[in-house]
């Protein structure tokens, strides 16, 4: 059915980009701009939500070329949802984002980039949910990419200079990939509709399917950050400012998740790959989680298990069966609204304790109570205790795993738990040492913890690391193969100049208090915005009801195919 | 289909050439890389588009001989323009790296390295002791300050 609504998510905020750029000496205005495109989207959205469920996929040829030629936007249920989320979210982090100014006074940052870059992000994510066809997905994720490449790097700071470099070559090696792809695809098939593709390449001979699908699943991997091609996130996420980082966790890995979907689905359906697939979300699962528990700072814990969590969502792409697919969708949903609200949080926390590090606050829970709130609830909600929509996602991915009933889905089904109590116990720990202990005991540990460093940073700079305990000695020599000979190497001595240099300057709470500097408020213009996400998190619990219903239909769709492709073809292929 | 050798044989010297720049520390040499690698790209999207032909110009006169593939060329140009953006920004990454530092290698990561250091150390245990009341495993020379427990009974 056609609708002249559906390419309004990705033309109403790119010409509102434009605009705010034009007005980039008004930042009020520019800031009216932003919030009322991003309110004009949840509202296009939720009407869309609804056309699709009522009346099938709604479908929009752009530019009026033939069928299959030109390029076509397509909002099913399942993209309809993907869209609603996305922009209920991004509506939050923009108004943290604006309650923080960081548009006015972030260290020297150009100032009037920040919202037209922002409004370009939401228009590539909005493209990639709608896109049609495999070259339209290519250039959408380039958008968003691209406005990620800015807002990572934002201000040019020495940190973000260096997690942008990781970041943006990551993604540009992916994006060849996928250009190759699509070359080989095009090669294959001479059509990339993917109501096109569904048809023909079913005629194509098996192992010329499998390298497609293969192609296009490595591509799609390395942007949702599964098991091993997932290091380069923890890296260069958390070095953003708090609202970026919160919208990249929370959309940017699962407009990935939702290719790989859509693709395994729609494309593939005859060889999903079970196997390979249920090793990945395996590994993704336990590594990432592992990572989560060994680090010391908050953002890159909550990045370790986003990373962790993307394997619950491989799980149900890989079952391939509706309650798989269902609780994938319904799971999208929940760790958008979750992670994103996490995030947001610890920008809070940031802010009125100066520092993320567990090794450096404490007591936050007596300082700031309602952070404390804000914290837990989303916290435990990523744990998956039971009242939560955490608890629902994983049970009805569990019970997908638990249908297809091979022994491999099994262990799957005793990995997820052991992520789930795993996830628990890190958010606990965080809970303890962030908020629980009282800012003194923080204090002496970080001392001694410095104190440490410092010295085992001196011996490393003389050389000497003979006179190192055996034990971290040989640990020693083992993480830096490339320094013969108990030479240190040029990148050691910089790394230790880093940590020296970070020692000095830093202060942990208890010093702040000491000196009376921590006051810093918490606005609520901040505040706000993320207790509505965790109001809304909590919300999904509510409704989860109506809305498994709802991913259940979206599920059948998918598995079905049908409805997509006579929406987009409704004179069958040429 | 027929495929045109050459053009296969360049477009994967040009990604060979490239995947190896992509292989160095240094930033600038990469993006060599990636542009290398992205010609090669676009060379194998015109075997993609089939047997050469005419250019795909329609006017009101029949066409003569085959047109060739208009698609594969336009998602080319498409593809170009983006290379073209990606370059100019890293290009800037690379100077403000340098500006920086002094160099544009791909640096380490500094709170990994923290975190390594504190496993060599073996310190780590002492941060979570606070939680766990757990001592740091083996004799440790080093230790002069008493073991978390003690201090929390001190105060």
């Known amino acids: ?75 099913d249920r399942l993209a309809a949802l993907m869209l609603l989320i996305s922009a209920l979210v991004t509506l939050a982090v923009l108004l943290y984002s604006i309650g923080q100014g960081m548009t006015e006074d972030d260290e020297g940052a150009p100032l009037s980039v920040y919202h037209p870059t922002f409004l370009v992000l939401v228009a590539g994510v909005a493209n990639a949910f709608l ?105 260069s996420y958390p070095t953003a400012p708090a609202p970026v980082t919160a919208v990249f966790a929370g959309l940017l890995t699962k407009v990935g998740v939702y290719a790989i979907l859509r693709m395994q689905t729609l494309l593939f359906p005859e060889s999903p790959l079970t196997g390979l697939l249920l090793w990945a979300a395996l590994l993704t699962l336990l590594v990432g989680i592992l990572g989560a528990i060994a680090q010391s700072d908050i953002k890159r814990m909550l990045s370790f298990t986003l990373v962790s969590h993307i394997g619950y969502l491989v799980l149900g792409i890989a079952l391939a069966n509706r309650a798989g697919v269902s609780g994938t969708i319904f799971y999208i949903v929940h760790h958008i609204t979750v992670q994103t609200a996490l995030f947001l949080v610890v920008g809070l926390v940031e802010r009125r304790a100066g520092s993320t590090s567990l090794l450096r606050i404490g007591g936050l829970a007596r300082l700031a109570p309602l952070l404390g709130v804000l914290f837990f609830i989303p916290a435990m909600n990523l744990a998956g205790i039971p009242p939560f929509s955490g608890f629902i996602g994983k049970v009805g991915l569990l019970q997908g795993a638990q249908q297809q009933g091979t022994w491999l889905a099994w262990v799957l089904v005793a990995g997820g738990v052991v992520t789930s109590l795993l996830t628990l116990y890190a958010v606990a720990k965080t809970w303890a040492v962030a908020f629980w202990r009282t800012p003194e005991q923080a204090h002496e540990a970080w001392q001694e913890a410095g104190s440490v460093v410092a010295e085992a940073a001196e011996q490393e700079q003389g050389g000497g690391r003979g006179r190192r305990r055996a034990r971290g000695a040989g640990a020693a020599r083992s993480h ?6 108990g030479l240190v190497s040029s990148t050691d001595l910089e790394e230790v100049r880093a940590l020296r240099d970070e020692d ?44 498994f219903a709802y991913t259940d239909r979206a599920a059948d769709d998918l598995l079905d195919r049908t409805a997509y492709v006579q929406a987009v073809l409704p004179e069958g292929a040429p | 289909m027929s495929v045109n050798l050459a053009l296969v044989l360049i477009a994967a010297g040009l990604m060979g050439c490239g995947t190896y720049l992509i292989l160095e520390r240094s930033l600038s040499r990469v993006l060599v890389g990636l542009v290398v690698m992205g010609n090669g790209v676009s060379l194998s999207f015109l075997v993609a ?23 594969p060329q336009a998602m080319v140009l498409t593809a170009i323009v983006i290379m073209l953006a990606t370059t100019a920004f890293v290009l800037a990454m690379a100077y403000r790296s340098w500006q920086l530092n002094g160099h544009d290698d791909v640096q380490d990561d500094v709170e990994d390295a923290t975190i390594r250091r504190l496993a060599d150390a073996d310190v780590t245990s002492e941060a979570y002791s606070a939680v766990t009341d757990t001592e740091p495993e083996g004799d440790d020379p080093r230790q002069g300050a ?9 105060r």
């Open chain 2, 49 to 71: 588009g089939g047997r050469n032909g005419a250019a795909p110009v329609l006017d009101e006169t029949a066409p003569t001989e085959p047109l060739a593939d208009p698609l």
């Open chain 2, 146 to 154: 008493p073991a978390p427990d003690d201090r929390r009974a001190e």
């Open chain 1, 480 to 485: 830096h193969p490339d320094s013969p000979g």
């Open chain 1, 504 to 547: 000095t300057p830093v202060r942990d709470l208890h010093q702040l208090i000491e000196a009376g500097e921590d006051t810093r408020t918490m606005p609520i213009s901040m505040v706000g915005p993320t207790a509505g996400l965790v109001a809304l998190s909590v919300a999904l619990t509510v409704v989860a009801g109506p809305l």
């Open chain 1, 131 to 235: 896109a049609g066809d495999l070259f339209n997905l290519f250039v959408s994720f380039e958008m968003l990419l691209f406005a990620s490449y800015v807002l990572l790097t934002l201000g040019g700071t020495a940190a973000r200079v260096r997690a942008g470099t990781i970041y943006v070559l990551v993604n540009l090696l992916s994006s060849m990939l996928f250009l190759i792809s699509i070359a080989v695809v095009y090669a294959a098939t001479g059509t990339l509709t993917l109501a096109h593709l569904a048809d023909r390449i079913a005629d194509l001979p098996d192992h010329v399917s499998l390298m497609l699908q293969l192609l296009l699943l490595t591509t799609f991997c390395i942007k949702a950050a599964v098991f091993p091609l997932s290091f380069w996130l923890p890296d």
């Open chain 1, 1 to 75: 059915m056609t609708s002249a609504l559906v390419p309004l998510p990705v033309a109403l905020p790119l010409l509102g980009a434009g605009l705010s750029l034009v007005l980039g000496q008004h930042p009020r205005i520019q800031r009216w701009v932003s919030i009322t495109v991003l309110l004009a989207i949840v509202g296009v959205a939720g009407v869309l939500l609804v056309q699709a469920d009522r009346s099938g996929p709604q479908v929009q040829w752009v530019g009026g070329w033939p069928e299959t030629l030109g390029i076509v936007l397509v909002a």
